[in-house]
């Protein structure tokens, strides 16, 4: 018997990609992913194959469960301070932004508190709130900075990210062009970013993309090809916040600079989809901050029939998307975007993890690939329609079970 064996057996589903070795799958193609029942097996940490190990000392009975890759979540704002409820209340009872912000709200709040909190707070808030997503089957995550607002504090946010210590796969973003600080304008801003934060990302391996917030309030696509100068120069992604609250017309000018993903889309004019859809870059979908932001609805259907790679993540902050469960998001995504629960899925696992630049190891259940997945209580096509239940019965991190609900737990630890 080898060492960390785990057969998890009798699974009514088991999702597979329909070729190993694929990056992404385009969203024309979700519905090859295939959904057999059957078994998996796990050695070492990876999967071994798809069928059942008498002799593995870890027996999973998943008898009437869905077997998924973990959920990959690749747009969080991670780690931040304090949260904004009474901002949320002024909102949804009328208050107009403009009068948040004058009043001291929005990321300008954010930024405060996270100046105001001790290293140990920020990183116990995202520890916490890792263990919240890890409890919803999220085994990789993203983190941004942004809530840092001056040079120091944005790298204070950066080297904070890299700190977390937590089971799952942590992979970070320098997000330098989230709003304008007090005191700059925007060029102002990003020359300081130029100056003073980019030269010490050479020593931060853990960051891999830059990102940039194109709007009205923020920067423009001016400042989103500098950003993507940037990071070609220095060999990470670029990712951008673009068509959120209005149209810009950023996605050509995102896709001209190769951008890893474009997030957010809600605005995304008609004539963008099918370049978008074309292109080697995510559409990455963002339905918690639709929802709780009142925002319109992206193309979602529209991208996936035209072959887009869509995801879908949660957007976790504290302004606009206090969200961390990717169930909910998938929940909300299937609804609005009018998406099946194989694309939901692809879109939470294979196409997320190739945004992040790990779809070679994380994001599908292949032979070979790291053993990160998740046994959920039903069938896949639930967890969109059990909205708001946690479908997660166990959540397995490199083979190792990190999560099991309690309620399950005699579903793991048959040990022989
Ligand atoms: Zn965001």
Redesign the pocket.
Known sequence: MSERTVSVQDAAQVLRPPLDGLPYLRHDRAGELSLDGGALAVADGRIAGFEADAGAALQVDASGCAVVPGFVDC?T?LPFAGWRAEEYEQKVTGVPYEEISRSGGGIASSARAFAAARDEQVLAQARGLAAEMLSHGTTTFET?SGYGLGVEAELRALRLAGRLDVPQTVVSTALLAHAVPEGYDADGWLDAVEAAVLPALADMPHVRALDVFVETVAFDNEHLARVGRWAAAAGLDLRA?VEQFATHRSVPVALEHAARSV?HLSCLPPDDVGPLAAAECAAVL?PGAEFLGGERTAPGRDLADAGAICVLAT?A?PGTSPVFSLPVIIGLGVRRYGLSAREALLAATLNAAWTLGRSDELGSLEAGKRADFLVLDGPVESVAYRFGHNPVAAAFVAGRPVWVRPDQAWRVGGAT
């Open positions: 747009h704002h941004k916040h997030d963002l957007d902050n």
